[in-house]
Structures are given as structure tokens and as C-alpha cells.
């Protein structure tokens, strides 16, 4: 039996920083485990609100505020990784908070994640650190063309980030990311994104589910399918690199790797990790016993992880927009699994629930 001696017990209360949808379906998860949650996010009227037990809405920098939320909960997560290393560092002062500093520290900061992998031996994109006109200047002379300046902070979904074709082009990349501290980085000439969903527990057991092949429009996530297509040995070379990045940053809790496989070699360049569960997760709900969300919640709650095996084989559609208002037709769907997150304003771009379509098992 693993040692869970530290496992709060039912009625226990989940602190939750962030009320976006990851953090509606960690409560959710943690409501069938007879947990409580509470989340603390500062805009009024967030999503996770409508199903947590609790809710704080207050500025990341609240002191007061943290201080009594902490003395509320018996963990505190977070469900986006932009929480700042303060606020962090205040509440783990009063109450464990999971995953811990490092990990953040390390997902935070695009610069610090490539070193934290190549010092680890594990294979990313090229990268030059770009404080300024002359470094990417320099930067180019060495890595070359086609390249990608990426802000070090802060960037998601394609933002803060500005492709560069020919050299002539950095001054409007410069521009592009608002001369923030950056990294250039090599183009790396992939055929397929995957990514493993990986969990660690207290006691340092992990599990990490089958790879997902992920697809994006308008660079945000569109499909991620199971299984990815790829062999038994890439998945499990995969796999393997999650669990080694997690044991290393002695991370609890689940977190999201994004993985490149490159072109004709079919080699694995890590893109970036995510310290909470993950969009090309959500195939999970349908597809294993246990969900990321669930075993977020047995992680950060000290409980005994449940198996990451899948019975089924899993399409999950993200409805981004005006996608969901085909809700009704999709209600119909046999074996599909259909989540709205309850938001009001369908915009543009917005991410307003997904479909997850299952079928029999074609491997595994
Ligand atoms: P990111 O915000 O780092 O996840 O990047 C967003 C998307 O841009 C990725 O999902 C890739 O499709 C693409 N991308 C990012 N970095 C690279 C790279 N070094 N080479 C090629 N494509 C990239």
C-alpha cells in the first residue's frame, strides 16, 4: 500500500485559486470524493463559483484576504499557473499548498522551463535567452530562421508570441512582444503535438495516462484524440518523460506535457508543461474510472491515486464561441459526454464547454 498517512478525510476542504472551468470541474470531481472546495479568484461570478462550496473574490495580492482563506481550507491548488510566486509563498506559510513553489517558479517562466529540461537531458526546441534588440540579433546569427520570439511570461494560447521568417523581420518581432523579456526559439519541424497528463501523489507514486494527439485552430486547442496514432514505444518514451519531469520538480498533483514529434525522426521535444490538469485532459472523464480532475484531488488531498488505464478509445471537441450552440443536437449524441461550463457570453474565442465522443477500444 503506498503511505497516504498524511490523506485528509472526507469533509476536508480543497482551497482552489482560479474560478475558470478547470477549476468548476476540480470541484465537481472533489464534490464525489465527499471533499469540499473553495475557491478564491478576484472577478465576480465565476464559473467554478456555481459549484463550489465556498467562494472568495479578491485581488492575488490581497493579504487579508489570503490569510483568511487559508485558515478556511486544508490545501490550497490552483487551476491556472500564473498564480504569483507571492501569493503562493504567503499561503504556504499557513496551509501545504500543491504542487509546490518550484514547480510554478519552473512553469512560470519560459527561460527557466528549457534550462530546468536541458539540465535534465530532456530534449526542447532550441532557445536563446532575449533581453533586448541585440541579443535577438545574436540570437538569430545562431539559431537561425524560421524562429519564434515567445515572451518568458505570461504567453498562452499563442499570445505573446511573434514568428520570424527572415532576419529583417526581428524589429517587428521586438514590437510584437512588447519588448518583454523573451526567448527566441528554433523552429522545430513537427508532425504531430501529443501530450501526457501525468499525476504524482505525496507519497511519490505516479501515473500517467495514454498520450493524447492534440490539433488547434486559430491556436487554441480544437481536438485532442485517444489513441494518438503513435507506437506503444513512442507512448511509453512519452510517458516516461512526464513522469521523470514530475519526480524532479517532487511535483504533487496533476500536471500537462506538451510534446512535439518531430518530423521523420519521430524523436520527443517537450514544448512546455502546465502545473495544473489540462485541456487535453478532458477525454479523461469519459475515458478511465479516474478523470485528471479526480486525481488531482486524491494528489492534493494526500489520497492513494487512482489508475490512469482507459476502457475507451476518446475524441474531445472543444466548444469554443459560437460552437455550443448546437447544444441540443449534441445533447442527442449517443456515448458522448457533453460539458457546459456555464459562462454567459458566447465571444469569440472563448472556451464555453467540449464534447467528449467514445468508442470501443481499438488498442491498448
Ligand atoms: P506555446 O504557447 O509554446 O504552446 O505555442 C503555441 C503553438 O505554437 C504550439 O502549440 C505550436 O503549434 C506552435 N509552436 C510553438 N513553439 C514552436 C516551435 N518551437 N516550433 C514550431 N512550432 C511551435
Same mark, same amino acid.
Given at each position: 500500500?503506498?503511505?497516504?498517512?498524511?490523506?485528509?478525510?472526507?469533509?476536508?476542504?480543497?482551497?482552489?485559486?482560479?474560478?475558470?472551468?478547470?477549476?468548476?470541474?476540480?470541484?465537481?470531481?472533489?464534490?464525489?470524493?465527499?471533499?469540499?472546495?473553495?475557491?478564491?479568484?478576484?472577478?465576480?461570478?465565476?464559473?467554478?463559483?456555481?459549484?463550489?462550496?465556498?467562494?472568495?473574490?479578491?485581488?492575488?495580492?490581497?493579504? +487579508?484576504?489570503?490569510?483568511?482563506?487559508?485558515?478556511?481550507? !486544508?490545501?490550497?491548488? =490552483?487551476?491556472?499557473?500564473?498564480?504569483?510566486?507571492?501569493? +503562493?509563498?504567503?499561503?504556504?506559510?499557513?496551509?501545504?499548498?500543491?504542487?509546490?513553489? $518550484?514547480?510554478?517558479?519552473?512553469?512560470?517562466? $519560459?527561460?527557466? @522551463?528549457?534550462?530546468?529540461?536541458?539540465?535534465?537531458?530532456? %530534449?526542447t526546441?532550441?532557445?536563446?535567452?532575449?533581453?533586448?534588440?541585440?541579443?535577438?540579433a545574436?540570437a538569430? /546569427? &545562431?539559431?537561425?530562421?524560421?524562429?519564434?520570439?515567445?515572451?518568458?511570461?505570461?504567453? =498562452? /494560447?499563442?499570445?505573446?508570441?511573434?514568428r520570424?521568417? /527572415?532576419?529583417?523581420?526581428?524589429?517587428?518581432?521586438?514590437?510584437?512582444?512588447?519588448?518583454? +523579456?523573451?526567448?527566441?526559439?528554433?523552429?522545430?519541424?513537427?508532425?504531430?503535438?501529443?501530450?501526457?497528463?501525468?499525476?504524482?501523489?505525496?507519497?511519490?507514486?505516479?501515473?500517467?495516462?495514454?498520450?493524447?494527439?492534440?490539433?488547434? &485552430?486559430?491556436?487554441?486547442?480544437?481536438?485532442?484524440?485517444?489513441?494518438?496514432? =503513435?507506437?506503444?514505444?513512442?507512448?511509453? %518514451?512519452?510517458?516516461?518523460?512526464?513522469?521523470?519531469?514530475?519526480? &524532479?520538480?517532487d =511535483?504533487?498533483?496533476?500536471?500537462?506535457v506538451?510534446?512535439?514529434?518531430?518530423?521523420?525522426?519521430? !524523436?520527443?521535444?517537450?514544448?512546455?508543461?502546465?502545473?495544473?490538469?489540462?485541456?487535453?485532459?478532458?477525454?479523461?472523464?469519459?475515458?478511465?474510472?479516474?478523470?485528471?480532475? @479526480?486525481?488531482?484531488?486524491?494528489?492534493?488531498?494526500?489520497?492513494?491515486?487512482?489508475?490512469p488505464?482507459?476502457?475507451?478509445?476518446?475524441?474531445?471537441?472543444?466548444?469554443?464561441? /459560437?460552437?455550443?450552440?448546437?447544444?441540443?443536437e449534441?445533447?442527442?449524441?449517443?456515448?458522448?459526454?457533453?460539458?457546459?461550463?456555464?459562462?454567459?457570453?458566447?465571444?469569440p474565442?472563448?472556451?464555453?464547454?467540449?464534447?467528449?465522443r467514445?468508442?470501443?477500444?481499438?488498442?491498448?
Amino acid at each position: 500500500m503506498p503511505d497516504t498517512s498524511g490523506a485528509l478525510p472526507p469533509g476536508s476542504t480543497i482551497g482552489i485559486l482560479g474560478g475558470g472551468q478547470l477549476g468548476r470541474m476540480l470541484a465537481m470531481a472533489a464534490a464525489r470524493l465527499g471533499l469540499k472546495t473553495h475557491i478564491y479568484c478576484p472577478e465576480a461570478g465565476c464559473t467554478a463559483a456555481q459549484v463550489a462550496d465556498a467562494t472568495t473574490i479578491a485581488a492575488y495580492d490581497d493579504e +487579508a484576504a489570503l490569510q483568511a482563506f487559508a485558515a478556511a481550507v !486544508d490545501v490550497v491548488t =490552483y487551476e491556472f499557473e500564473n498564480v504569483p510566486t507571492d501569493t +503562493a509563498a504567503l499561503l504556504a506559510r499557513h496551509v501545504p499548498v500543491r504542487p509546490g513553489a $518550484r514547480a510554478l517558479a519552473v512553469a512560470q517562466d $519560459r527561460l527557466a @522551463e528549457k534550462s530546468f529540461m536541458g539540465n535534465l537531458g530532456i %530534449k526542447t526546441a532550441p532557445f536563446a535567452d532575449v533581453t533586448g534588440p541585440a541579443d535577438l540579433a545574436a540570437a538569430l /546569427d &545562431e539559431i537561425g530562421t524560421p524562429a519564434i520570439l515567445k515572451t518568458r511570461r505570461l504567453g =498562452y /494560447d499563442g499570445k505573446g508570441q511573434a514568428r520570424i521568417n /527572415d532576419k529583417a523581420a526581428a524589429f517587428d518581432a521586438w514590437d510584437a512582444v512588447k519588448h518583454q +523579456a523573451s526567448i527566441l526559439e528554433g523552429f522545430v519541424n513537427f508532425e504531430a503535438e501529443i501530450s501526457v497528463i501525468v499525476a504524482r501523489g505525496i507519497d511519490g507514486t505516479t501515473a500517467a495516462y495514454d498520450p493524447a494527439r492534440n490539433d488547434h &485552430e486559430n491556436h487554441i486547442l480544437s481536438l485532442s484524440t485517444v489513441p494518438s496514432g =503513435y507506437s506503444n514505444e513512442i507512448e511509453a %518514451k512519452a510517458r516516461a518523460l512526464a513522469e521523470k519531469i514530475a519526480a &524532479e520538480l517532487d =511535483y504533487v498533483g496533476v500536471m500537462g506535457v506538451e510534446l512535439f514529434v518531430v518530423a521523420d525522426t519521430q !524523436d520527443l521535444v517537450v514544448n512546455e508543461i502546465a502545473p495544473r490538469v489540462h485541456n487535453s485532459g478532458h477525454w479523461t472523464l469519459e475515458g478511465c474510472t479516474v478523470s485528471q480532475f @479526480e486525481q488531482h484531488m486524491r494528489a492534493v488531498a494526500g489520497w492513494p491515486l487512482g489508475s490512469p488505464e482507459r476502457h475507451s478509445d476518446a475524441q474531445m471537441t472543444n466548444l469554443i464561441g /459560437d460552437d455550443v450552440d448546437a447544444w441540443l443536437e449534441m445533447a442527442a449524441e449517443p456515448n458522448t459526454g457533453l460539458h457546459l461550463y456555464g459562462k454567459g457570453d458566447a465571444r469569440p474565442g472563448r472556451k464555453m464547454g467540449h464534447i467528449t465522443r467514445i468508442t470501443p477500444m481499438t488498442t491498448g
